[in-house]
Nanobody, 124 residues
Framework: QVNVVESGGGLVQAGGSLRLSCAAS????????MGWFRQAPGKEREFVAA????????PCADSVKGRFTISRDNAKNTVYLQMNSLKPEDTAVYYC?????????????????WGQGTQVTVSS
């Protein structure tokens, strides 16, 4: 079983940037599909971005396209989410998720291993 821990959240003004990190322990992430999801108060958890274990497939939600970028560094056992041009509507708790199973990497239901989340707050 892999354990993942998010970091890098915080308070930022609209238009600013943050980089979230998802560090793994217990297993190497090399063969894991990885996803970032977010959940705002009173809303369902939603897909943000994902990267397959080979690194060649990196879908992202339409709402963040062109602003957010997911990447992975297998040598550091870490996945990143670079968030630029942040908007108040990006405010949420951001979760990292991992799983080695095949399937649609944009779906919450694919992932069995989740971090505790990191809060991102964007002020207007």
């Amino acid at each position: 079983q892999v354990n993942v821990v998010e970091s890098g959240g915080g308070l930022v003004q609209a238009g600013g940037s943050l980089r979230l990190s998802c560090a793994a322990s217990g297993r190497t992430l090399r063969r894991y599909n990885m996803g970032w999801f977010r959940q705002a108060p009173g809303k369902e958890r939603e897909f943000v971005a994902a990267i397959n274990w080979k690194g060649g497939n990196t879908p992202c939600a339409d709402s963040v396209k062109g602003r957010f970028t997911i990447s992975r560094d297998n040598a550091k056992n870490t996945v990143y989410l670079q968030m630029n041009s942040l908007k108040p509507e990006d405010t949420a708790v951001y979760y990292c998720a991992a799983d080695y199973r095949d399937g649609p990497i944009t779906l919450v239901s694919l992932y069995r291993y989740w971090g505790q989340g990191t809060q991102v707050t964007v002020s207007s």
